[in-house]
């Protein structure tokens, strides 16, 4: 008798376990996927760079993307956008960077689920047992303040999301910006391989007038200083180039036989035109990923603001619920059983701590939060223009380099030669007229890169990402060797 009375017992103290189960099912469908929250990361990215990213959770599909990137790269000569998939698919930052997707899912589905109630059972008597008591303890508290908590793991499930999508878009930049830097830096080995070799026989050519008494000594030693700085420059632009590669190599996550790959010595040529951004911050303020997480991270601090509001008074409410069963002997020598249920209730009384600190606290994390965005708004408008007008600056520059400079300073060379064969100039100008084409053509290729890197810079100013990479750079020291007369 006694034991079925128990197991009656012990059914009624299983009963809410049951129903808290039962409670979460609805609220767990899609955040228990593993690739929850991806597929708007994914699409978020996807539209600004273009190009396609995985989020690798398996060894299968880590092998799959390893044959891809393989396939890519190895031995090939790569562009812009096969360097950028690549860096999506294979870079381990990125795909630590998703990680935290998963983990802000699992917050929110942790704060789906009821919290555990604890049961409880006691003894009184060992020999026969006179009292047996089971209980089972709810928090209250929880219950209640349930829906604000869940809508707050899920306001940083959707920052997490937006996060993935900006550092998606840090890297994509970034990984242009890098092959934008390694191809310019070969461009000016290339180039000046050529001027080592023409400043090697103007070299030769003042050594020969010299020994004949046509050339002065100042003037030889001149050309071989300048034969000297040009060789120097080529052995630094070569470690400039070998530097910038192995950036790109990183960022694209490539080791091992995956490094055997190389990059154009040529920049692409000037778009026809520049482009025309009349509504530039409009655009910045519709389209910045990380103004998105500042307006979340604000409605995040505003649910909390209404959980501490709710919790200000009473932060623990439990309360507790079962029967207590007691067997006692009759005066006719039998054994009579009584049950008996039992309800408690038990909270924590303000008397000392009113709430009135975290309530500041709480206010003044919300008002912080909203001078951050107001802020962010401002430097989101000035980042904006400022990365048009550098835009457009350097491609105005670099196509006067183009069309005015370096035309100009070819012209001149081309007719020094013309009229040193006549003997009507000397060779002094000829020579002269050389190292100012030197100077014109690396001072064309440092502006072209630097309109490449603008370009780069004006996405992320309007869509999110930016980097800390310079937005221009100053001129190789040959061009600064070429115009000051060498």
């Not at 690739?35 to 799959?64: N, P, Y």
């Not at 960022?251 to 091992?256: F, I, K, S």
């Amino acid at each position: 008798m006694m034991k079925r009375r128990f197991l009656t017992m012990a059914t009624v103290v299983a009963i809410p376990l049951i129903a808290a189960g039962c409670a979460t099912n609805g609220a767990l469908e899609g955040i228990s996927d593993p690739m929850a929250g991806f597929t708007t990361v994914a699409a978020r990215a996807g539209s600004v760079t273009g190009e396609k990213t995985l989020w690798v959770q398996s060894s299968e599909e880590a092998r799959a993307v390893s044959e891809r990137v393989k396939g890519l790269v190895q031995r090939k000569t790569i562009g812009p956008d096969v360097a950028v998939r690549v860096a999506l698919l294979n870079n381990k930052g990125l795909q630590a960077a998703y990680a935290e997707i998963g983990l802000s899912a699992a917050d929110v589905w942790q704060e789906t689920m009821l919290v555990n109630p604890t049961v409880s059972v006691g003894m009184i008597g060992v020999d026969p047992v006179k009292t047996i008591e089971g209980a089972v303890v709810s928090n209250v508290l929880a219950l209640a303040t349930r829906e604000r908590r869940v809508a707050i793991a899920d306001t940083r499930f959707r920052q997490a999301q937006l996060r993935a999508a900006e550092e998606t878009l840090r890297l994509a930049a970034d990984t242009r910006r890098a092959w934008i830097n390694a191809v310019s830096a070969w461009e000016s080995v290339s180039y000046l391989n050529q001027a080592q070799a023409a400043a090697d026989a103007a070299s030769e050519l003042a050594q020969k007038l010299g020994e004949t008494g046509a050339f002065t000594k100042t003037g030889q030693a001149r050309e071989h200083v300048f034969y000297a700085e040009i060789v120097g420059q080529a052995a630094e632009a070569r470690l400039a180039a070998r530097t910038a590669k192995e950036e790109l190599t990183r960022l694209m996550g490539l080791w091992g036989p995956d490094v055997d790959y190389s990059v154009p010595n040529m920049l692409p040529a000037l778009p026809k035109g520049a482009k025309a951004k009349r509504a530039i911050e409009v655009e910045a303020l519709r389209n910045r990923v990380d103004l998105e997480i500042a307006k979340l991270e604000l409605e995040a601090l505003a649910n909390s603001y209404g959980l501490t509001e709710a919790t200000r008074y009473v932060t623990d409410l439990e309360l507790l619920t079962g029967v207590e069963v007691e067997r006692e002997e009759s005066e006719e020598g039998g054994t009579e059983t009584s049950t008996a249920p039992i309800l408690e209730l038990e909270f924590v009384i303000p008397i000392f701590d009113t709430g009135k600190a975290r309530m500041r606290r709480a206010e003044l994390a919300y008002m912080q939060a909203a001078n951050r965005m107001a802020e962010k708004a401002v430097n989101v408008r000035s980042e904006a223009r400022s990365a048009y007008d550098a835009y457009r600056s350097t491609y105005d520059i670099a196509r006067h380099y183009r069309n005015s400079v370096v035309p100009l300073q070819t012209k001149i060379e081309a007719e020094s030669v013309l009229t040193y064969n006549g003997m009507i100039t000397s060779t002094f100008e000829l020579l002269a007229d050389t190292r100012a084409k030197i100077s014109s053509i690396m001072l064309s290729l440092n502006a072209k890169r630097n309109f490449w890197l603008a370009d780069v810079n004006l996405g992320t100013a309007i869509h999110g990402g930016g980097g800390s990479a310079p937005e221009g750079g100053e001129a190789p020291a040959a061009a600064e060797a070429g115009a000051e007369g060498h």
